[in-house]
């Protein structure tokens, strides 16, 4: 059994000589698990969509004076919203880890004059950068620093 | 002989005289332990139905020509041993491809978009022969090798879930050989090569799905070429404020 | 019936098809050509080849010693003017595919490596890991794809060269998608469609081997020279025969039998101190004479013996032989670094083929052929590896520039008849494919011809058996003729290829048996039983085969020997 799929796909810029049936991907194709990580992994662009609608409601309320941000802490106390954040922290994880994953192999041998440094190296840097980033905004966020 | 067992086998088929969609036909026949499935379609079309289509060659996985679905994921069935399936195996055509015939896909689109990449050796002027061979060292060999390696079967396309709906994307193994000519030492074609990238048929499309890597019958990892290419691309572009092209390679 | 014009056809998009194309618009920019091909040109079977193509290149090496080492390995039947032209240009035309893109392996320095290999006296092998083939094809392939005007009719099957007074003018070829013929009409054909391994069942060869243009040149009245020698590699896998590259044992792998010996070296079988690095012929009866002996492995597919890779070590093979090492592991089931890999010769070359001269015409004006389709003859009784690799691209270039020399002063002739023998053909072709009566499978009458190929020419021959051979190819011919189509479909009918092909194959196996039949001494690849030694006072001659309707007539052609008179060959 099959699925359809995009009707022009791999279709020639001349029109074949025989009818074709058209291009299709087997049953399994979008629910097998390797393609649902990924899907998965695309599908968290909702949530940077929604954080970034999140970040105009925060700016709005920023700029329309003290008491319209307090009512937007209020909100955040709301558990709908640590859940949403929860969300995102997952989202991240696993972007973060799956794109970490593939980032090393996606160096090119030589950028102009310079040579990436090897899978490993490049491993160890963005996941330092990634945890002195997280240290550093919750030491600066939590208060533990002014 | 105690050493022969019975599997079967669905294969898709379809003839557009005949058909008006692809159908299923069952087909049970005696297995070695040894064979590859391209050993059983073949058995089938010489002794069981001669009017089963497909395509086949060398047999030891160089060609390409073999690339067919079994169980829902894109093989070569030349090299894909029998005995890692049960009792019933389904053979379809490749995903994504239309389908002439039974288990024959139309690849004159990928034709097409392997020449847009121009996989030729570009340079400003011609070296002559007394000249000898270029040099070229076993790493910069190295840097494009990988790439070189591929074997025009498609596996890929048929693994994408890009190619299944942007028609206009030229798909990994198109990329990767694209690719493989930008990084080699000898060619001077990167510019011409990287606004094709950039064109119609941009690469910007892949999403990192990495499934034309994970199918690839020889490990050309055409993701990482994809995505090298994407940043070499975009170098390419700033650089081309800086430098104007015609000056630069 | 459909008819496209250019000035030149070329059948066969192999190594051969492909440079000459290139040479062909190189050489008259105004030039269109039609290339032609069953399959895709990157399905061609010189993707498979492994090991090498050779040309000289180190500084203790020489054209002389290349000229003397092809030579004596074709047990002095190479025609020594061809062979003298092909060292010459060897160097060129490999230079020309690295600047084409061929990734050549390198020295640390940069310069282009090169290996050892079996009957060569200097390392003189270019290489590109063990993939040689694969690379040459798809740079070749992929370069061609630069001249808008080789236009390729992919998936077009020639069934017919189209002949007027004559000379030929085209082809005729069945739309492999449509299941329509079509006339391909110009004014010089160059064929370059390969050999034909599969007339033998266990050969290196991959399907599309069938011998197709010399079948279409035998019946147009082109005799076919030198049939009887067939290649025997000696490392192929038992069962599938493929191919396990020359390079192995240039890389300095061992032969060993079932007691671990390296017979080549312990026991003596002509090649001294070249060991595994002796030409193909001595090799492969080596290995066959230590399995009659008892010392060979006993196996499903046939006895075989091993070649041994262990004291290698993984880097190196990893390094020179990496597809190796992923073929013994997906087709034996062993990991050449830890197992040695089961071998045993197997069909893989066919030194014959279309008589042609140096130029590659043929005895039918324009009509023309190179590479392994080809007998020019460079190869003579026996080829040496990775001479054909190179072959390909001299004799493809000085085939294409010769012909497209004389497209261009003939003339494009009458077309009603050619369009005539081409509707004829057409209505051939429909009969056979509406053929539901009587007859047998396909299948059938292939494993008999094999079967009786492999009894009656095998690595050794006997005089009984390979009349027996010719017996049973003639009453085959008669059989095919009858054949029993399943696929009465006109869209992608691969059925009625298959019987195509089948005619092909035996009319080409009709003309190895009756060749080997006649050469009564051993020489090259042709080991008779009958005649052990080599008989140079009555057989130093090309054999020829013609087409004759009532059976196929031999004749003989002379050597052209220049300086290097005919010795005793001992390695």
Redesign the interface.
Known sequence: M?RP??P???????A???????????????S?P??RR?LIF?ATGITYLLIGLLILRVAWALGSGPEAWQALLQQFRHPAYLGFHLLVLLSVIVVGLR?FG?FP????????PVTPPPGPVIHAMLYAAWGALTLGLVLVLGGFLP | MSDVQKKKFIVTR?D?DKDQ??KTQEYTIPVKPDWKVLDALNYIKDEVDGSISHRWSCRMAVCGSCGM?VN?EPKLTCSTALSDYGDEVHI?PL???????DLV??I?????KFKSVKPWIIRAKEKAVEEGPCRQTPEELH?FKQFSMCINCMLC?AAC?V?????EFL?PAAIALGHRYN?DSRDEGAGERNEVFRGEGTIFEC?????CS?VCPKSV?P??AI??????AV?DWAKSFVVPRGGDK | MEVFRHDLVIVGGGGAGLRAAIAVVEADPKASVALVSKVYPMRSHTVSAEGGAAAVAAPDDSLEMHFKDTVKGSDFLADQDCVDYFVDHAVEELTLLEHWGCPWSRDADGRVAVRAFGGMTAKRTWYAADKVGFHMLHTLFQTSMRYDRIVRYDEQFVTKLLIEDGVVKGVVAL?V??GVPRAILGRAVILTTGGAGKCFPFTTNGTIKTGDGMALAYRAGVGLKDMEFVQYHPTGLPGTGILITEASRGEGGYVINSEGERFLVTRDYGVGQKAELGPRDMISRAIMLEIAAGRGIKGSYGDFVQLDLRHLGEAKIMERLPFVRTLARTYAGVDPVFQPIPIRPVVHYMMGGIDTDIDGATTLPGLYAAGETACVSMNGANRLGSNSLTECLVFGARTGQKAIAYARGASAGNEAPLLRQAQEEAARIEELRGRRKGGERIAQIRREMQKTMEEGCGVYREQASMQESVRVMAQLRGRVADLQLEDASK??NTEILTALELANMVDVAETIAVAAAARRESRGSHACNDYKTRNDQEFLHHSLVHFEPGGPRLSQKPVNITRFQPEERKY
């Open positions: 099959s799929v995009n022009h796909a791999m279709a020639p810029a001349r074949g000589s025989t009818r074709t049936a058209p291009p299709s991907v087997p049953d399994g194709f979008w097998a390797r393609m990924y695309d794109f593939l192999k996606a160096q090119p041998p030589k950028i102009g | 379809f557009p969609v692809p679905l829902g379809a995903s994504n491809f239309p389908v002439i015939r896909v139309d004159e689109g990928f034709m097409d840097a396309y879930p190619v299944s709906n942007v028609p798909g990084l999403s990192f799905a990495n499934e994970e990892d993701a990482a995505n090298q290419a994407k940043l070499l170098v | 739309d998608r449509e869209v992608f």
